[in-house]
T-cell receptor, first 112, second 114 residues
């Protein structure tokens, strides 16, 4: 079965607010995680990644936090824009597998 | 910017018919992946090629699905016969050899089986 999943299937935020998308994983041997953004009618697009030896990684307006103790991953998007509306997936790699296992996805809607 | 190309973008077929999808990876990408994405779920890896060789097809339903990459460039995924449960988005992705973390996805082929 799936070892990666998301807490919430949908999330609505006001434009300009910050959003947090969560992801739980169950395999303690997972050593690499990626967040993808998928807009309607398009394939997934890489946002940010993090390895298990890190707790936090920042990109442009995005931050990924990894809590290995509770097997939890989050994606924070600062100052959300209409273009951030999409479905967001987390994906993990189990050590040695060298392939990605995707979670279910969260639909983020930005309200004007 | 180079992109992964897929065709067709949409396909409607009747159950028991054969259907085929085509993918052209980014030039120079030795590794090619086919994923299936059921509506509302994340992509699931079906098959992975390294050049023309299959390196992982553990999740490919081999009784009805087949995939080939004869010259190690473009690839075809076939379903015969199609079943209602095959309705999904079929995504192709590619990466440089050994760079499995950095996969570039195509726009996908959305299949509807009636």
């Amino acid at each position: 079965g799936e070892s990666v999943g998301l807490h919430l299937p949908t999330l609505s935020v006001q434009e300009g607010d910050n959003s947090i998308i969560n992801c739980a994983y169950s395999n303690s041997a997972s050593d690499y995680f990626i967040w993808y953004k998928q807009e309607s009618g398009k394939g997934p697009q890489f946002i940010i990644d993090i390895r298990s030896n890190m707790d936090k990684r920042q990109g442009q307006r995005v931050t990924v936090l990894l809590n290995k103790t509770v097997k939890h991953l989050s994606l924070q998007i600062a100052a959300t824009q209409p273009g951030d509306s999409a479905v967001y997936f987390c994906a993990e790699n189990i050590w040695g597998a060298q392939k990605l296992v995707f979670g279910q996805g969260t639909r983020l809607t930005i309200n004007p | 910017e180079a992109e992964v190309a897929q065709s067709p973008r949409y396909k409607i077929t009747e159950k028991s018919q054969a259907v085929a999808f085509w993918c052209d990876p980014i030039s120079g990408h030795a590794t090619l992946y086919w994923y299936r994405q059921i509506l509302g779920q994340g992509p699931e890896l079906l098959v992975q090629f390294q050049d023309e060789s299959v390196v992982d097809d553990s999740q490919l339903p081999k009784d009805r699905f087949s995939a080939e990459r004869l010259k190690g460039v473009d690839s075809t995924l076939k379903i015969q016969p199609a079943e209602l449960g095959d309705s999904a988005m079929y995504l192709c992705a590619s990466s440089l050899a050994g760079m499995w973390e950095t996969q570039y996805f195509g726009p996908g082929t959305r299949l509807l089986v009636l």
